[in-house]
């Protein structure tokens, strides 16, 4: 990876990343509205990959409460995702940008982990 570079060396291109329900909506409301049509095209490929399929729904026993505010699910559901450089580096610059808002929350630890790791 050249330098300046802020995808972890262990992601390379083509590389999957096992995300659970939780972290997969969490990443998909994180992910930018506005950027350079690359970057939105890759952006536009993750959220594909990010929503659940129906097959995550009959695996997960997945129903939504009446008001279709809340998720609710009896098996977690885990997928590989596929995940490249350039979408690695939309995420980390997304979780660092909370970070410096001061916005992160409980629900964003996982995938900090995950793609950037403890501190």
């Not at 995550?56 to 026993?61: A, F, H």
């Not at 610059?93 to 909370?98: H, I, N, Q, R, S």
């Not at 970070?99 to 996982?110: F, P």
């Amino acid at each position: 990876m050249g330098e300046g570079k802020l995808s972890p060396s262990f992601l390379k291109e083509g590389t999957f990343m096992i995300l659970n329900i939780p972290e997969r909506i969490t990443l998909f409301g994180i992910l930018p509205e506005r950027e350079d049509f690359v970057t939105m095209k890759i952006i536009k490929d993750l959220r594909s990959n990010l929503l659940l399929s129906e097959e995550d729904l009959k695996e997960g026993d997945i129903t939504l409460s009446e008001d279709g505010q809340q998720m609710f699910w009896k098996k977690m559901v885990e997928k590989d995702v596929p995940i490249g450089e350039k979408a690695t580096d939309v995420v980390i610059t997304a979780l660092k940008k909370l970070d410096s808002e001061k916005a992160l929350e409980d629900r964003h630890m996982a995938l900090w982990e995950k793609f950037i790791g403890g501190v």
